[in-house]
């Protein structure tokens, strides 16, 4: 049976992906950038469509008021900025799209965008921008605010921040470049254009003072799971990232929404690509499955907390972690999340504690199995679904890369479900190839 095809990508961050460890395995020397080259060229032989780089900028403290689990563990911090590791990895590589996060809270929009432009033009036009609104307390305060403005406001003004980078992107035409040796013409100013952008939030006058970059301007992708979230992501974004939630039938669901939405706004829903995040757990052939131990799950737990607390910023050290989640708990961050643990509380009894001590090592991935178990898994999903595209979780599953590049990955392109060649050679052209 012929399948779907799908796209894939890659889901990191340039920190710590391999702790805890003994400190010799892949990925250990990562602060010089040379693991994400290496990772990039092998992503690359295996055809992805791109490595995405997810990003904060705090040291998390919110549970119990003190860094001390996060730095431990290695979950939110240290972390480099992942906007100068992209062209980094562009030197080695000549293909594969490069997607790093920024904030539309934080950055001022004529500076991304003018960066943005650099990224495009030094990656020969395989960068993206991955559009969030930030939603921890802390980052706020290390840029000088005092607390983030409610969700729906950080999404009106990231509008806005989209919608004056995309002019000042435009600010250059195709073309101004010219470069003419017998006029003495570099640039063609009939080409080059002020923007006198006047909004709510921004001001600028533009323009820009780069070149137009070879994608014109960086693919943008996002991932709204609120109301507010997702008419922000269909009407900007080309790489929408979800999560499994609700299962085959939830991911279908979500697609299906996206898409609308982008074809009420006007858009081709087929420019969109919706990518659904997810840990793999590749078992080896004939292997013992193992199960968690105790200090798997204490690890796990401590991670998952660190990161529920700073993204929902919620303390979680208040609320009783062994008795079914509290219904009561009130999200400063990604109320969709929250929800869906009060939900596990309220309908199975599921306490913080449990919720908190799975995922290490892929223990509750819903793709387990050997390497050609999971690739019959993933394109039964994506058979269902419709598409477009998975992004596999990284960090933490270095071990598994072996697994995944020689097992998985020929499987899936093997039966036709993934691509063997690369045809457009910019990230925009790759991820329109299907
Ligand atoms: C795959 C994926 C990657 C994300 N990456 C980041 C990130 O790097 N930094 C960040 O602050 N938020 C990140 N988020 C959070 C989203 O930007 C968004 O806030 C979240 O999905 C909740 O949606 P909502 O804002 O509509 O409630 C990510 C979410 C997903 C699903």
């Known amino acids: 049976m012929a399948h779907k095809k799908f796209h894939l990508g890659y889901f990191t961050k340039f920190g710590a992906t391999s702790w805890p460890g003994d400190g010799t395995e892949f990925g250990s020397q990562w602060a010089d950038g040379s693991y994400h080259k290496e990772l990039a060229r092998m992503l690359e032989a295996a055809k992805f469509d791109f490595i995405f780089f997810e990003d904060t900028t705090i040291v998390g403290d919110r549970y119990g008021g003190s860094m001390e689990l996060d730095l431990k563990n290695a979950t939110l911090a240290p972390k480099l900025d992942p906007l100068p590791l ?27 965008a003018r960066l943005l432009s650099t990224i495009d033009s030094l990656t020969k036009g395989r960068a993206g921008w991955n559009m969030v ?25 990231a509008d806005e921040f989209v919608e004056l980078c995309k002019k000042l992107w435009d600010s250059w035409e195709e073309g101004a470049l010219v470069a003419n040796t017998e006029t003495g013409v570099y640039v063609d100013h009939t080409k080059v254009h002020t923007v006198n952008f006047e909004g709510k939030h921004f001001r600028s006058r533009g323009p820009l003072n780069t070149l137009r970059s070879p994608q014109g301007y960086p693919v943008l992708a996002q991932a709204g799971a609120s109301d507010r979230g997702r008419d922000f992501s269909s009407k900007n974004a080309e790489v929408v990232l979800g999560m499994m939630t609700g299962g085959v039938k939830g991911m279908k ?22 990518f659904f995040l997810t840990p ?15 200090a798997d799950k204490q690890a796990a737990f401590e991670h998952n907390i660190v990161m529920a607390s700073s993204s929902l910023d919620i303390d979680f050290s208040q609320y009783d972690l062994d008795a079914p989640v509290p219904q009561d708990i009130v999200a400063g961050g990604h109320t969709s999340a ?12 599921k306490s913080l504690r449990d919720l908190f001590s ?13 390497a050609q178990q999971v690739a019959d898994q993933l394109m ?10 998975i992004l ?43």
Do not use: C, W
């Open 86 to 112: 992209l062209p980094l990895m562009a030197q080695d590589t000549s293909h594969i799209g490069l997607i790093a996060t920024a904030s539309t809270t934080f950055y001022p929009p004529y500076l991304l």
């Open 133 to 157: 609104t930030s939603s921890e307390k802390n980052a706020a305060l290390n840029f000088g605010l005092e607390k983030l403005l409610p969700p729906s406001e950080r999404y009106d003004i």
């Open 253 to 274: 669901a979500y697609r299906d929404d996206i898409r609308n939405r982008a074809e009420k706004q006007g858009r081709n829903p087929d420019d969109i690509k919706v």
């Open 280 to 294: 793999l757990n590749i078992l080896p052939e004939n292997g013992e499955v193992r199960e968690m131990t105790e």
């Open 338 to 349: 929250l929800e869906h643990m009060k939900k596990a509380g309220r309908e199975e009894g």
């Open 358 to 370: 799975t995922g290490k090592g892929g223990s509750n991935a819903r793709f387990r199995g050997t």
């Open 380 to 389: 039964a999903v994506m058979d269902e679904v419709g598409g477009d595209g």
């Open 392 to 434: 596999i979780e990284g960090s933490g599953y270095n071990h598994q890369l072996p697994a995944l590049l020689d097992g998985v990955i020929p499987a899936l392109q093997k039966a036709g479900a993934v691509r063997t060649e690369y045809e457009g050679t910019t990230l925009r052209e790759i991820l329109r190839e299907f």
